[in-house]
């Protein structure tokens, strides 16, 4: 069953002492330390307005680094999209319940939805955070802000700069250990809560099809929805021992599309069946493992609600996620500014989100069209103040269990034991899919080669470097590195050896020897040459079939 169960305890990880959570024990908030979140909630939302209640509901982005000051183009931007100037402004005039923080990279498949960037280094984040929950608490109902971010690790990775960056998720099923996994994720969490964030719109729980092309990619832990399942409860059991409340996505599963729903409507063309079987066993691990939220997707599910959106559909969201399923907890669209959610204007989409049974509606295009058309339902009778009153409860019950985690000191941010945390997840994955599986890959001088991640490319010649090879600029033995969004005609005729740093299918159309790291993060290129030199063996094992290739020549 798909019960939140509220796994949201402990804090920081390594040892080192804590500080409390503003949110937690701050005098004018409304949470009491020690009382019922669940009973605190349900006692508040029945003393709240229809404008407290509504903005509870409203999780958009804002733009400047800073909730109080910023430049003059960031406040123009914030006035047409919100009608106030700053990020605090925003947050009070709507009452909000929630923020989310945004940036954008050349390699993120998800960077169109995100208009603006405000997260630069942890200090900066950590100063936006706490101005952010400042305004929040300066209003008469007194309710700490959810503030979260896309913190997939990966391709789709908000803050990159100045915290420890996990192998991406399809790495961490290759390495096929879910306590590793957990200790990952509980150091991520624990570096995001450090900074001010409580929610991280992540794991992705999708289960990729058996064939490659599809838009989800590494985002995914793998293609066996028994490995993805266990992966994902691990990943949400980690985030959440911190503090930081997990969200699965995309319901009821984006794996097996090849169509991107942030431009157009993805079909799932599954049976109810083969859902049961195929697409829903990580969302129901998620919900057994206390997931505090599920991210309702922009997807056409044929075998329960034809030509509707999945986030715009009761069948699903209701009747299948919550009847069927059992789930509890809280609910988020995914951003409404994506196309599908835009078939109508901001308004009648936040309405329409509501009665379909989300509770956050997360980055509408306009952010005073969708108050006002809420607002407008509520006033009417069409949006009726139960299901109000019912989202509001289930979000402020989980703000208050959040609020009530001791959140960790600065010092937890980018320590020592998050970055060995990383690296064993990161060792575990290395997979050979072709060559030998004891000694060195490499012998004599070593030319490291890329196409897609220069960035890669130096993080691995330091690594080498540093365990004892010769690496070259020209001549020597070529390892070829293929990144993110490269296919065959990036691969080198000359290389010994060919490593995909994102999904594997690359590696069918490549000689010599064939390794898998599905990641590029600097945990994940200290890794591999651990493996080139023979200083570490492979255990990985590649979580999606390649064609012609074994899952792994030597685990």
């Avoid at 706490?130 to 007194?142: E, M, N, S």
């Avoid at 896309?150 to 789709?156: A, L, R």
């Avoid at 990159?160 to 200790?183: F, N």
Wanted: proline share 6%.
């Amino acid at each position: 069953m798909l019960v939140a169960t509220a796994v949201l305890l402990g804090g920081c990880t390594d040892g080192r002492p804590e500080t409390p959570s503003p949110s937690a024990t701050a005098q004018d908030s409304a949470v009491t330390p020690g009382g019922d979140p669940a009973k605190q909630a349900a006692e508040l939302v029945a003393r709240l307005s229809d404008e407290e209640l509504i903005g509870q509901l409203l999780m958009p982005y804002a733009y400047g680094n800073d909730a109080d000051k910023v430049s003059s183009g960031s406040a123009s931007a914030n006035k047409a999209y919100a009608g106030a100037s700053t990020p605090a402004e925003i947050v009070r005039k709507y009452h909000l319940g929630g923020v989310i923080l945004v940036s954008s990279s050349a390699d993120d498949p998800t960077a169109g939805t995100n208009k603006t960037t405000n997260v630069e280094s942890p200090a900066q984040v950590t100063k936006l955070t706490g101005g952010l929950q400042a305004a929040a608490l300066g209003l008469p109902a007194k309710i700490p802000l959810l503030i979260g971010t896309d913190q997939e690790y990966g391709q789709v990775t908000r803050i990159r700069d100045g915290i420890v960056q996990l192998p991406s998720a399809m790495a961490l099923g290759a390495g096929g250990d879910p306590a590793l996994t957990e200790a990952a994720w509980k150091a991520a969490g624990t570096e995001l809560a450090a900074i001010g964030v409580n929610v991280d719109f992540a794991p992705d729980a999708d289960v990729l099809g058996a064939q490659p092309g599809g838009v989800i990619g590494s985002r995914s832990f793998g293609s066996d929805p028994k490995l993805v399942a266990a992966q994902v409860a691990a990943a949400v059991k980690g985030l959440q021992s911190a503090g930081v409340a997990a969200t699965v996505k995309h319901f009821p599963g984006h794996g097996h599309t090849t169509v991107d729903s942030h431009s157009s409507l993805p079909v799932l063309g599954q049976s109810l069946a083969a859902l049961d079987s195929g697409d829903l066993p990580p969302f129901v691990a998620a919900g057994d493992a206390g997931v505090g939220l599920v991210m309702s997707g922009h997807l056409d599910v044929k075998a329960v609600d034809p030509g509707v959106p999945a986030s715009f559909s009761s069948k699903v969201l209701v009747d299948l996620l919550r009847t069927k399923l059992g789930y509890t907890g809280v609910v988020v669209t995914d951003a409404l500014n994506m196309e599908p959610a835009e078939q109508w204007g901001p308004g009648e989409a936040a309405v329409r989100a509501v009665l379909a049974g989300n509770d956050i509606l997360l980055m509408p295009p306009k952010l005073t069209e969708a108050y006002k058309g809420l607002l407008d339902a509520a006033r009417s009778g069409r949006l009726p103040k139960q299901r109000l009153t019912e989202a509001a409860t289930r979000i402020l019950t989980l703000k208050f269990r959040l609020a009530a985690v001791p959140r960790p000191g600065a010092s937890a941010v980018n320590s020592d034991a998050g970055k060995a945390a990383a690296r064993a997840s990161a060792a575990a994955a290395v997979t050979v899919l072709r060559g030998p599986c004891s000694g060195a890959l490499v012998t004599g001088p070593v030319r490291v080669t890329s196409a897609g991640s220069e960035t890669a490319r130096g993080w691995l010649e330091a690594a080498l470097t540093a365990a004892g090879a010769t690496v070259v600029k020209q001549g020597g033995t070529e390892v070829r590195l293929v990144g993110y969004g490269k296919g065959t005609s990036d691969l080198s005729g000359s290389a010994a050896v060919t490593v995909a740093l994102d999904t594997p299918y690359v590696l069918r159309s490549a000689k010599g020897t064939l390794v898998a790291t599905y990641s590029s993060a600097q945990a994940s290129m200290l890794a591999l040459a651990d493996v080139l030199v023979g200083k570490a063996k492979a255990p990985g094992r590649s979580p999606v079939p390649v064609q012609g290739l074994p899952a792994s020549a030597c685990a």
